[in-house]
């Protein structure tokens, strides 16, 4: 049974840095989200941001525009992880996480459950090394990062299920 019923960007607990609200939520919480979203039929937008991001966002203001339409917007590496720190020192909820760390979670998750990916960025050389690395993954569709059409792209995605 869920623990929880529906759920919002609201849910989900956000410290502020640089007017962009990062959600510390641990890798658990992470897994749990997915698999609402997925049962539910939700879609929910998580991503992890970095230093680069943050400071991205705010001298881009369209990209910063698309930062806050996120649902959970994870800290990704040490430069963040020390300014939350920094800025909040009471807060309980900060630990160091990194979305590659989360990957090794997210992967035997994932493959337990059958859930399927779709992968776009990186090189084709990167992303055709995937399925030899992990063949029990369920990989519904990939395209790499450079020069791509994104109508296309995201009627592959849509077909892709």
Not at 14 to 39: A, F, G, M, R, T
Not at 106 to 120: A, E, M, V, W
């Amino acid at each position: 049974m869920s623990r929880f019923t529906e759920m919002s960007s609201n849910d989900f607990d956000s410290l502020e840095i640089l007017s962009c609200k990062i959600n510390p939520v641990y890798y658990d919480y992470l897994l749990y989200i997915i698999d609402h979203s997925i049962i539910k039929e939700k879609n929910t937008s998580v991503t992890f941001a970095n230093a680069h991001i943050i400071n991205l966002a705010q001298v881009d203001k369209e990209f910063r525009n698309y930062v806050k339409e996120f649902d959970i917007i994870h800290s990704d590496g040490i430069g963040l992880y020390l300014a939350m720190r920094f800025l909040y020192p009471k807060s309980k909820k900060i630990k160091r996480m990194t979305g590659s760390d989360f990957y090794k979670e997210l992967i035997p998750h994932s493959i337990k459950r059958n859930y399927s990916f779709y992968f776009l960025g990186d090189t084709d050389n990167t992303l055709n090394r995937i399925p030899l690395n992990i063949p029990d993954l369920k990989i519904n569709g990939m395209n790499n990062g450079f020069g791509f059409n994104t109508d296309l792209v995201i009627d592959s995605i849509n077909k892709s299920n």
